[in-house]
């Protein structure tokens, strides 16, 4: 992943495709396989990563993470500049610190902090990382990371502007 490539993997939730944030190469090749330019789900592999992006804490940014993470809830919050642009949406960056120890420990290897979504095309339902999955887009995901995806549904969605939570997705 150090090297600009693509893996596709399990998560608590959805199976997803990663790229190492910190890697233009593998930006690229994420953009290109969504067939969109972002933004992106950004997934931490701790609590202290996740929170080192936040531009301000809140009283209730720090309540959600501190309860909600490790967890399947994505927190929606105002970003740190210095990441791609298609990290962020108007300023905001969608983070989760996955309850996968192995997404958490595929982020650490990479780097801290992985570029994500989940693993389907524009439109399209979502896929298994499975092999006959990878050969056939073999020219986007260069590796994959067996597992067991758990809920089978996306994470819940918050977002918190300032001291105030919306739900996006229950």
Known sequence: ?????????????????AACV???KA????????????PFLLLADSIR????????FSPELRRR??????????????????????CYQHGFVAVRVDASRQ???LAAASGSLLASSSLNRRGGAHQQPGRQYQMRLHRYIHGRVCGHTAAGRG????RIR????????R
């Open 1 to 17: 992943m150090r090297q600009g490539a693509l893996i596709a993997h399990h998560t608590a939730t959805l199976p997803g495709i």
């Open 22 to 24: 910190h890697q233009p």
């Open 27 to 38: 930006v690229r090749q994420l953009i290109r396989f969504k067939q969109r330019p972002g």
């Open 49 to 56: 990563t996740a929170a080192g992006l936040a531009r301000y």
């Open 65 to 86: 993470m501190r309860n909600s993470w490790p967890g399947p809830v994505t927190l929606v919050f105002a970003g740190r500049p210095g990441l791609p642009a298609c």
């Open 103 to 105: 997404t958490r420990q």
């Open 155 to 158: 994470s819940t969605i918050i």
């Open 162 to 169: 300032r001291n105030n939570p919306s739900f996006i997705r």
